[in-house]
Every structure is written in structure tokens, then in C-alpha cells.
């Protein structure tokens, strides 16, 4: 049985808009929950049917809720911060296990591509005999343990793999052209009677004139609109900057892979300027993960607050998703995280966070990653369901197949297994 199928026998589907019914109703209790960039308060978090039924502070007039009518499972959060689960608004998920590959600078990604692309040779060779299907699920892995709870995948959308028991929530709903050089007739993709439709593209990914041009070329073809995401832009000069701000196109950054393959990046001022702008990590050939996206940002200059709204809110909006995602509200998704609370703002928490610290994981209420610490405070029907990962010195339990997976891995690339440059075993 090929392995998606297998898993979706053994997992829940992940999914708030099914008619799945969720048999967890969950009580957060003790920790500190993030209402924005800014603040935090300390509240009980009640979770039913894969959404925050209610957010309670400690010493409102509601008091503390009682459960003497619910058959909540209560976990004790004492000593965390509740953040948002993340939005990596961009990733090729089947290259998780890809090691980074290239050196440049390059002048655009096409050159980048030519150079790296050898697939009759290694490390290319094995890698893409591991089956398809195996290489996305560690892509999912990749953004589980950065606590990124949904992502965009820029490739097709996979139902078969993403739709039953997958770690992260994919978004499904988009139209996509991989670039001018390599996605073929874009205008034949674009979403032209479907305003709540996102339409991305890989576009200015270059330092040269040809990549600048680019934006106004997408624009004489009349795809430039609220609809369209840019994913890089690095090339655009002022006028190009100027039109996406005038047509109200979103743009998703990727700093760190800007910086690998091409030697630069946007700078503050143009995430600034832009309030559709979000944060990807782009695939493990030219990055690290979320996280590791959101300290470049940072080093770079751009403020904490800004940087969690890229992954949280801001990045809600420009992939155009409608359940919550990005926020801790009632009625939201329950799509939550919980890392050791330093005091400090969630900003501030956000900027210096790394996948260590992340200790539970929910995907609509339910738990898809918990820290050795935590896993003893949840019931055993959970404990049943999740298997151990060692990621370099960090033990978790989570969702997916583990064994399964690293046996698949280990057919084609042998004992040691890198995700995202990280050891990964049992």
C-alpha cells in the first residue's frame, strides 16, 4: 500500500472544514496567549470541534471554566507563551531532504537552476529516486517542527498526499505558474472569475535587467492584480515596487534563499512600504527553515513586530485564508503552538525562537508534535499515535509515520538522513 494511502487509515484528517467530527475538546490552562505582535495574556483556552470556542482570561468576571459539564482533556501550559501556529507562505515541499545545493552568486534563477540541475548525478540522483509521495511528507515534517502550521506549496496541490493525516495544513486553494521561464502559458492559469483565488508566481528572482523587467511585462499581460503574489521580487527598481503597491499585488519574501542564490535581498524599507508582503522559507536547496527565515529578516533590520504579522496575519491575507489561521480568537482554527515563555513579547519571542523550543503543536485542536516534557500530560490515545523523532539532540513525538519514513529515505540515500540540513532518527 503506497504510503499515503496507509497513513490516511492510521491518522486523522487535519482539515476544520470537514465533516470529520473531532473527538478532542481541549482545556490550555496556565499559559500566557498572544493577542498580537505586542501582548500577551495570561488565559484559558477552551478548543472544540478544531476551533477556540473561548479565550478566558484569569480573573475576568467569567472565572475560571469549569468542566464539571465537558469532557475536556485539560493540559497544563504553565510556563509557555500560545503563540499562532505559522504561515510559511512559500515552499517546495518535496525538496525537504535536499541538501543546499550551489554556489553563487547567480545573476537570476534560471542560472542557479542549469547550474544545480545534474539529475543523472548525486546528490540529485538519489533524492529524486526516494517516491514522491515520502519526499513531501518530509517537506511537511520540515515546516511541523518550526512550528509553521500551514503552508503554501508552489507546485501542484497533491490531494492524495495533503488531504488525510498530512503534519501541516497545505493550502489548496491558488493557481500557480512556476515562472516565466519555466511555467509555460501563465496566462492560462490565471484565476480571471476568481477574485478569492490567489495567483503565484516566481517572478524579479534575479539581479539583471531582465528579472526588473518582469513585473511590467506580468502587468502588459494584464495578470497584475490583488489577485497576484510575487514570490522574490529582488530585481525590481522603484517603478516595479511603485506598480505592485498601485495594482495591490501581495509579494512573499524569502530572504535567506535571496541571499544564498543571488547575494541579495529586499531591504527593510520595501517591506515597509508593502503591507501585503509575507514570509516563506523556499525549499531546503537554497534554505533553512521558517525560523531560520525569520532571524535573517530580523539581522537584516526589519522589526520584530513586522516579522511575526509576515507570518501570522499578514500572510492570512495574501494567500487569501478564511478560517483564522494567524490569529488566537474565538471561532479561529485551533492551529496553536506553545514555546517556553521568557517574558517577553510574542515579537520578541518570535525573533529569537528556534525549532527546539517548540514544544506542542496543535493542527486544529488536534496535537500533531509534542516535546518529551509534554508528552506525559497528554492521554495515552494520543501517546498512541505519535512517534518519536530525534532532530540533531531534540526528542519530539508527532504525527507522521516516522519509522516508515526514515525506511523509505534510507532505501536510496542510506543511514543518515538531513532534513534541512539536520540529522534526523529514532
Not at 500560545?82 to 541538501?99: Q, R, S, V, Y
Not at 494520543?382 to 526514515?406: F, G, H, K, M, Q
Request: glycine share 8%; with cysteine; hydrophobic share 40%.
Amino acid at each position: 500500500m503506497p504510503l499515503d494511502a496507509a497513513v490516511a487509515d492510521q491518522r486523522r484528517p487535519n482539515d476544520v472544514g470537514r465533516s470529520h467530527v473531532d473527538p478532542w475538546s481541549l482545556k490550555l490552562c496556565g499559559a500566557r496567549v498572544a493577542l498580537d505582535a505586542h501582548s500577551a495574556v495570561a488565559a484559558d483556552v477552551e478548543i472544540a470541534r478544531g476551533r477556540i470556542q473561548r479565550i478566558v482570561p484569569w480573573g475576568t468576571s467569567a472565572g475560571r471554566i469549569s468542566l464539571s459539564d465537558r469532557q475536556d482533556t485539560e493540559i497544563s501550559l504553565a510556563g509557555y507563551l500560545l503563540l499562532p501556529g505559522l504561515i510559511n507562505a512559500h515552499d517546495h515541499l518535496e525538496f525537504g531532504l535536499f541538501p543546499k545545493l550551489g554556489c553563487g552568486p547567480y545573476q537570476n534563477a534560471e542560472q542557479w537552476a542549469k547550474d544545480i540541475y545534474h539529475p543523472d548525478s548525486s546528490p540529485i540522483r538519489e533524492h529524486l529516486q526516494i517516491p514522491k509521495p515520502i519526499r513531501l511528507w518530509w517537506g511537511g515534517i520540515r515546516n511541523l517542527l518550526c512550528g509553521a502550521t500551514a503552508v503554501c506549496h508552489h507546485n501542484e496541490f497533491k490531494p492524495e498526499v495533503f488531504d488525510d493525516g498530512f503534519p501541516v495544513r497545505v493550502v489548496s486553494r491558488y493557481a500557480w505558474s512556476h515562472s516565466f521561464q519555466f511555467g509555460g502559458d501563465v496566462a492560462s492559469v490565471f484565476p480571471r472569475n476568481d477574485l478569492g483565488t490567489p495567483y503565484i508566481i516566481h517572478l524579479g528572482e534575479g539581479t539583471d535587467a531582465a528579472s526588473a523587467a518582469e513585473v511590467f511585462e506580468l502587468d502588459r499581460r494584464g495578470l497584475l492584480d490583488t489577485r497576484t503574489v510575487i514570490v522574490h521580487g529582488v530585481a525590481f527598481d522603484d517603478a516595479g515596487h511603485d506598480l505592485l503597491l498601485r495594482r495591490g499585488a501581495a509579494l512573499i519574501w524569502c530572504p535567506g534563499s535571496n541571499l544564498f542564490t543571488l547575494g541579495s535581498t529586499l531591504s527593510p524599507d520595501r517591506i515597509r512600504r508593502n503591507p501585503r508582503i509575507a514570509l516563506g522559507s523556499d525549499s531546503s536547496l537554497t534554505a533553512g527553515d521558517l525560523l531560520d527565515q525569520v532571524r535573517t529578516a530580523h539581522e537584516l533590520g526589519t522589526p520584530a513586530e513586522q516579522i511575526f504579522n509576515l507570518v501570522t496575519t499578514q500572510a492570512a491575507d495574501v494567500l487569501k485564508l478564511q478560517n483564522g489561521e494567524g490569529t488566537l480568537l474565538a471561532g479561529s482554527t485551533a492551529d496553536i503552538i506553545a514555546v517556553p515563555d521568557g517574558g517577553l513579547s510574542p515579537a520578541a519571542t518570535l525573533i529569537q525562537l528556534t525549532a527546539d523550543q517548540i514544544e506542542l503543536v496543535l493542527l486544529a485542536g488536534i496535537p500533531h508534535l509534542v516535546s518529551k516534557g509534554i508528552v506525559s500530560r497528554l492521554p495515552s490515545l494520543v501517546n498512541e499515535t505519535l512517534e518519536r523523532i530525534v532532530v540533531d539532540d531534540s526528542e519530539r513525538y508527532i504525527s507522521p509515520p516516522v519509522a516508515r519514513l526514515l525506511q523509505e529515505a534510507e532505501k536510496w540515500l542510506g543511514g543518515t538522513i538531513r532534513l534541512s540540513g539536520k540529522h534526523v532518527r529514532q
